[in-house]
C-alpha cells in the first residue's frame, strides 16, 4: 500500500465504501496504536452547526502533533455534507467546506494521514476536486465506487464480490455457487455480505452445496425466483411448492411468481425445439447459443430478450439446456395452458386465493394427462 497523507473513499456503492475505508485505516494503524494514533469523527450529521463541528474538530485533530509525538490517521466517516441531499441550507457550509479544501490540500503535516469516506459525497464537491488534483500529482489516494450500469456486469461484479467474501471466511467457493447466491439475493453488496457470512457459517468447513443456499439463504424480493424456477424445471413438485410458500412469505407477489414462470416455460420451449430440430446440438460444455449457426442466431435474435436464451449467461443456458431435456414440447405447451388458466382465475374468481390457484397450477402443470 503506497503512503499518502490524503485518502478520500467515495461512491453510491456504501458497503464497498465503508469497508475499504476501514480496512484502510487498519493498514494505516495497528491495532495496537489505535489508543493514541487513530481519531475518528462520524461524519453523518443532518444540521450545519454539527457539520461545522466536524469539520473544526477533524482538521484541527489532523493538524495537531499525536500524543507520543508520532505518525496520526485522522478518519472522517460517512460524510453527509460535501454534496450529499440531506443538509437544507448548503450555503451556511461553503465557508468551513473551504477551509477543509485548503487543509486537505496543504496543512496534513508529514506523517499524518487524513481518510475521508462517504457514499453522499458528491463527485464534483470542491474536496473531492482537490483529491483528484492531488492524486493526478501522487500526492493522495482517491477510490470510487460506482454502481455498474449495464446489468450483466453488476451481476458479475456481484458473483466477484461473494467469491471474495467467502476467500475472507476461509472458504473457497466454486463460481457455479457464486453465482446461484447472486441470483438468489441479488446484487446489493451488503445483503450478500450477510448471506455468505450465513452460508459458509452453515456448510461448516465444507463446500456449501445447492441444497445448502436453498436453506440458509434468505431471496431478497427483487430477486428472480431461481429455486422456484429450478425445482419447477427440474420436475421436483414437492419442492417448487416449498420455494413458492418461502417466496410468498418473503413478500415477493403471487403474479410475479406466476410472470417467472411463464418466461421460464418460454425458454424451454425454444431450447427444446431447437434440440428437437436439430438446431443446436445440447453439447452442455458451452452455451447454448454458441451452437447455433449465422441464420438460426439472427431467427434468435429477433425473440423476446426477456425470455430468450442466447441473452443469458453461459451457467443460465447450460442449465436450460439440462432441464429441457427432461420435457417433451407438450408437457410445456400444457403447462403453459395450465398457468395461462390460473392466470384467468387469479383475476375472475374469488373462490380462492392467488396463492392456492398458483399451487394448483403447479400440480397441474407437472402433471400432464398422458397420451392416449
Same mark, same amino acid.
Given at each position: 500500500?503506497?503512503?499518502?497523507?490524503?485518502?478520500?473513499?467515495?461512491?453510491?456503492?456504501?458497503?464497498?465504501?465503508?469497508?475499504?475505508?476501514?480496512?484502510?485505516?487498519?493498514?494505516?494503524?495497528?491495532?495496537?496504536?489505535?489508543?493514541?494514533?487513530?481519531?475518528?469523527?462520524?461524519?453523518?450529521?443532518?444540521?450545519?452547526?454539527?457539520?461545522?463541528?466536524?469539520?473544526?474538530?477533524?482538521?484541527?485533530?489532523?493538524?495537531?502533533?499525536?500524543?507520543?509525538?508520532?505518525?496520526?490517521?485522522?478518519?472522517?466517516?460517512?460524510?453527509?455534507?460535501?454534496?450529499?441531499?440531506?443538509?437544507?441550507?448548503?450555503?451556511?457550509?461553503?465557508?468551513?467546506?473551504?477551509?477543509?479544501?485548503?487543509?486537505?490540500?496543504?496543512?496534513?503535516?508529514?506523517?499524518?494521514?487524513?481518510?475521508?469516506?462517504?457514499?453522499?459525497?458528491?463527485?464534483?464537491?470542491?474536496?473531492?476536486?482537490?483529491?483528484?488534483?492531488?492524486?493526478?500529482?501522487?500526492?493522495?489516494?482517491?477510490?470510487?465506487?460506482?454502481?455498474?450500469?449495464?446489468?450483466?456486469?453488476?451481476?458479475?461484479?456481484?458473483?466477484?464480490?461473494?467469491?471474495?467474501?467467502?476467500?475472507?471466511?476461509?472458504?473457497? &467457493?466454486?463460481?457455479? %455457487?457464486?453465482? =446461484?447466491? $447472486?441470483? *438468489?439475493?441479488?446484487? +446489493?453488496?451488503?445483503?450478500?455480505? /450477510?448471506?455468505?457470512?450465513?452460508?459458509?457459517?452453515?456448510?461448516?468447513?465444507?463446500?456449501?452445496?445447492?441444497?445448502?443456499?436453498?436453506?440458509?439463504?434468505?431471496?431478497?424480493?427483487?430477486?428472480?425466483?431461481?429455486?422456484?424456477?429450478?425445482?419447477?424445471?427440474?420436475?421436483?413438485?414437492?419442492?417448487?411448492?416449498?420455494?413458492?410458500?418461502?417466496?410468498?412469505?418473503?413478500?415477493?407477489?403471487?403474479?410475479?411468481?406466476?410472470?417467472? &414462470?411463464?418466461?421460464? %416455460?418460454?425458454? =424451454?420451449? $425454444?431450447? *427444446?425445439?431447437?434440440? +428437437?430440430?436439430?438446431?443446436?446440438? /445440447?453439447?452442455?460444455?458451452?452455451?447454448?447459443?454458441?451452437?447455433?449457426?449465422?441464420?438460426?442466431?439472427?431467427?434468435?435474435?429477433?425473440?423476446?430478450?426477456?425470455?430468450?436464451?442466447?441473452?443469458?449467461?453461459?451457467?443460465?443456458?447450460?442449465?436450460?439446456?439440462?432441464?429441457?431435456?427432461?420435457?417433451?414440447?407438450?408437457?410445456?405447451?400444457?403447462?403453459?395452458?395450465?398457468?395461462?388458466?390460473?392466470?384467468?382465475?387469479?383475476?375472475?374468481?374469488?373462490?380462492?386465493?392467488?396463492?392456492?390457484?398458483?399451487?394448483?397450477?403447479?400440480? +397441474?402443470?407437472?402433471?400432464?394427462?398422458?397420451?392416449?
Amino acid at each position: 500500500m503506497s503512503d499518502f497523507q490524503l485518502y478520500l473513499i467515495h461512491g453510491d456503492i456504501e458497503y464497498r465504501v465503508e469497508s475499504y475505508a476501514r480496512e484502510l485505516v487498519e493498514k494505516l494503524v495497528p491495532a495496537a496504536d489505535w489508543d493514541f494514533g487513530l481519531e475518528t469523527f462520524d461524519g453523518r450529521v443532518t444540521t450545519i452547526e454539527d457539520a461545522k463541528t466536524v469539520i473544526r474538530q477533524a482538521t484541527e485533530a489532523v493538524k495537531t502533533t499525536s500524543f507520543l509525538g508520532g505518525g496520526k490517521t485522522v478518519w472522517i466517516r460517512n460524510v453527509s455534507f460535501l454534496g450529499g441531499p440531506k443538509l437544507e441550507d448548503l450555503e451556511g457550509l461553503k465557508d468551513m467546506v473551504a477551509y477543509l479544501r485548503q487543509v486537505v490540500s496543504e496543512e496534513i503535516p508529514q506523517g499524518h494521514h487524513f481518510v475521508i469516506s462517504g457514499s453522499e459525497i458528491s463527485g464534483n464537491n470542491i474536496v473531492v476536486l482537490a483529491a483528484k488534483k492531488l492524486a493526478s500529482a501522487g500526492r493522495a489516494e482517491l477510490t470510487v465506487f460506482k454502481t455498474a450500469t449495464n446489468k450483466r456486469v453488476a451481476e458479475q461484479e456481484a458473483v466477484t464480490f461473494v467469491a471474495e467474501q467467502a476467500a475472507k471466511a476461509g472458504c473457497k &467457493l466454486p463460481m457455479q %455457487i457464486c453465482r =446461484l447466491v $447472486v441470483q *438468489r439475493v441479488g446484487t +446489493d453488496l451488503l445483503l450478500l455480505a /450477510g448471506e455468505v457470512d450465513k452460508l459458509v457459517t452453515y456448510a461448516g468447513g465444507k463446500t456449501p452445496t445447492e441444497a445448502d443456499i436453498a436453506t440458509v439463504v434468505t431471496p431478497a424480493r427483487e430477486a428472480v425466483p431461481w429455486d422456484l424456477l429450478d425445482a419447477f424445471s427440474e420436475k421436483r413438485l414437492a419442492a417448487a411448492i416449498v420455494a413458492m410458500h418461502r417466496l410468498i412469505e418473503c413478500g415477493v407477489s403471487v403474479f410475479q411468481l406466476m410472470a417467472q &414462470l411463464h418466461l421460464r %416455460i418460454n425458454e =424451454l420451449l $425454444v431450447v *427444446r425445439d431447437s434440440l +428437437d430440430r436439430q438446431m443446436a446440438n /445440447g453439447s452442455q460444455a458451452f452455451a447454448w447459443s454458441q451452437s447455433l449457426d449465422a441464420e438460426e442466431s439472427e431467427i434468435v435474435k429477433a425473440l423476446d430478450r426477456r425470455w430468450n436464451p442466447a441473452v443469458k449467461h453461459q451457467f443460465v443456458q447450460q442449465n436450460l439446456i439440462r432441464q429441457s431435456r427432461l420435457f417433451r414440447r407438450i408437457e410445456l405447451r400444457w403447462a403453459r395452458q395450465c398457468f395461462n388458466r390460473a392466470q384467468e382465475r387469479m383475476v375472475s374468481s374469488g373462490a380462492l386465493s392467488p396463492e392456492a390457484i398458483l399451487e394448483l397450477a403447479l400440480i +397441474d402443470a407437472l402433471s400432464p394427462p398422458k397420451p392416449a
